[in-house]
């Protein structure tokens, strides 16, 4: 669906040079077709180095005829950018926003023409090829441009389309989420050093023990509590393990912790939106 289109990136820093790279090492488009922008002069030659394409300090001449413009700003930058973009945009692009608690109609109300607004929330692990992005339409958004920016993020992983509503949760889930896991992991390792296990073996054996849980809830779609379950013999060391997990109310912080990013994430929509 990509193939044959011309993307400009504003703002090639780390999310944006992840998805490039995701979308040139996908084969779906090739150094040719994707143009990106940046904030300083230094950074041109460290786009052309890690990436082998084009960019410049010229956001406007950047995004001019382009199918897709993908806005990888700060979202403090987001209201200036859209602003200097809106005389040149024009209503067959589509515009694909990840910028934190930004929302569609924030980008809507900055631009004078109904132009489609896809809003994404990639993770870090996009990085990895193993990222998860949630996704929202804005009103003029159809479903051909809803399938356009799915593509771009099916390039560093995996996509869902939420309601905009929903968005505080993903960003609370799935954006945050890496840093409760990496917690979990290090705290894991930790016991295993407590256990006399090495470091980096310790590491090595949380971390792929994460991944294959994960791994085993997305492949076999089971409910992650038969497959714990499974892992659990009667009478024997895993149910004393759970039972202390259970006393230290794991599942209960881990519940308040994403309410809470979601609380803090929704603030921060509302910061955005009150900058009109
Ligand atoms: N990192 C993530 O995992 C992640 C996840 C979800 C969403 N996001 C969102 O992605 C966006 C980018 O995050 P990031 O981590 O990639 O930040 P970043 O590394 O700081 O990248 C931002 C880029 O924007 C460029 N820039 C600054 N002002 C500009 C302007 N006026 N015009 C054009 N380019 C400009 C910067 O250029 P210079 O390098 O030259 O200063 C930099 O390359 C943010 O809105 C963030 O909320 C990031």
Known sequence: MLTGKKLAVVGVGKLGEALISG??????LKIGDITGSVGHESSIARVKERLGIESSLDNRQVVKGKDIVLLAVKPQNMDLVVRELNDV???????????ASVT???????????I??????????????????????GAHAGEKDKKMAEEIFKCVGRTVFVDESLMDGVTALSASGPAYLYVIIESLAEAGVKLG??????????????YGAASMVLESK??????KDSVTTPAGC??????????????VTLIKAVVKAAERARELVNTQNSKK
Do not use: W, Y
Not at 23 to 28: A, C, D, V
């Open 197 to 210: 296990i090495p470091r980096d073996v310790s590491t090595l054996l949380a971390a792929q023990t994460m």
């Open 116 to 137: 489609a607004v896809v809003r994404a929330m990639p993770n870090t692990p996009s990085l990895m090829n193993a990222g998860m992005t949630g996704l929202c339409s």
């Open 89 to 99: 945009l024009t209503e067959d692009q589509l515009l694909v926003s990840v910028a």
């Open 222 to 227: 089971a409910h992650p509590a038969l497959l």
């Open 104 to 114: 569609t109609a924030f980008v809507q109300e900055r631009l004078d023409k109904p």
């Open 238 to 251: 895993t149910i004393d393990g759970l039972m202390e997990l259970e006393e230290g109310k794991l599942r």
């Open 23 to 28: 979308l040139l090492k996908k084969g779906e």
